[in-house]
């Protein structure tokens, strides 16, 4: 257990981070998903559209230190592939 009072704070700044960085991930894998659904459902046009809106979220969630950058770009280009192919 933490002893020191700087410890202690660490642990409660470590709980709020870990709670907004959670639902930063939550909102960018729902984008995600969106796309992909679209692209399931043969949608081109719905699919362009959701990789539209996914994108700047994607980059947010590196700006906001939740993804790392090759992980994000990597999302995009494969996402992207797969919609330019339906």
């Known amino acids: 257990?933490?002893?020191t009072p700087q410890?202690?704070?660490?642990?409660?700044?470590n709980a709020r981070r870990a709670e907004i960085n959670g639902?930063?991930?939550s909102r960018i894998r729902?984008?995600?998903k969106k796309?992909?659904?679209?692209?399931?459902?043969?949608?081109?046009e719905?699919?362009?559209?959701?990789l539209?809106?996914?994108?700047p979220e994607l980059a947010r969630g590196v700006a906001r230190g939740v993804l790392h950058k090759n992980t994000?770009?990597?999302?995009?280009?494969?996402?992207?592939?797969?919609?330019s192919a339906l």
């Open 23 to 25: 639902s930063r991930m």
């Open 30 to 32: 729902t984008f995600v």
């Open 1 to 3: 257990m933490a002893n």
């Open 52 to 55: 539209r809106d996914a994108q």
């Open 46 to 50: 719905a699919a362009q559209n959701a």
């Open 72 to 83: 994000a770009s990597r999302k995009m280009s494969r996402l992207s592939k797969r919609v």
């Open 7 to 13: 410890a202690r704070k660490r642990i409660r700044r």
């Open 35 to 44: 796309v992909e659904a679209a692209i399931e459902g043969g949608d081109k």
